[in-house]
């Protein structure tokens, strides 16, 4: 999987040099490209944003600048996704769909976000990561990157895959390793047994347990 990512805080993706991610990197498993939006500005300052026509606070990216940086991917194939709190909210339904892509251009608002000219010619589909407002779209690019590779093959153990909240629609249930006792609260009993069946059952109880508590609304589905 290749993602490329137009962005004004190309710094901001060093996090994804750690761990899980870092290694899909080096592996060769995923590849990230971080594009510069500001290396497209033609004007003297580097200036990439102005003020909003119509009047209103802060900054809007302009249309040119961003354009030029889309155009430099020299895109033929690969979706666009806008990072935005006006697209459709990820969950990972749509997280699975995006994994079957080879490539994905990611575009990345700051400030009040971009031109909307630019947005209508280039972008297929705007993603909002949930509903609350941040500074950027550098925060949701990583989240849409770290999620869609973990589908990516040899990234993850598939079990890892399989097991977790959200896979079969419930959140997950409670995990436990050594030591047996800490701070005088024994692991339950069960995962002691060497019992598999008994094991699992327990497993989706605590599955369905937690889910009507924090998430009826998984159960409705
Ligand atoms: C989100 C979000 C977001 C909105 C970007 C204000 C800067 C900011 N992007 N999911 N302008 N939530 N973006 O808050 O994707």
Request: hydrophobic share 35%.
């Amino acid at each position: 999987m290749k993602f490329d990512v137009l962005t004004l805080f190309p710094e901001m993706f060093s996090s994804l040099e750690q761990s899980i991610i870092g290694r899909a990197v080096e592996n060769e498993q995923i590849s990230i490209n971080l594009v510069n939006i500001r290396d497209f500005s033609t004007d003297k300052h580097k200036k990439v944003d102005d003020t909003p026509y119509g009047g209103g606070a802060g900054m809007v990216m302009m249309p040119d600048v961003v354009y030029r940086a889309y155009e430099s991917l020299n895109n033929k194939t690969a979706k666009v996704i806008y990072m935005s709190p006006k697209g459709k909210t990820l969950n990972q339904e749509k997280v699975e769909e995006l994994s079957k892509e080879n490539h994905l251009i990611i575009l990345c608002g700051h400030y009040e976000g971009i031109d909307q000219r630019v947005l209508d010619k280039i972008v297929d589909e705007e993603i909002s990561i949930g509903d609350y407002v941040l500074t950027g779209g550098e925060i949701p690019a990583m989240v849409l990157i770290d999620s869609v590779s973990r589908y990516v093959k040899g990234v993850l153990k598939e079990e890892s895959i399989k097991e977790e909240s959200f896979s079969n629609g419930l959140l997950e249930y409670p995990q436990y390793t050594r030591p047996e006792i800490f701070q005088g609260e024994k692991v339950p009993e069960i995962l002691l047994s060497g019992n598999h069946q008994e094991i699992d059952k327990w497993r989706k109880e605590k599955s369905l347990e937690i889910t009507k508590k924090n998430r009826p609304d998984l159960l409705e589905k």
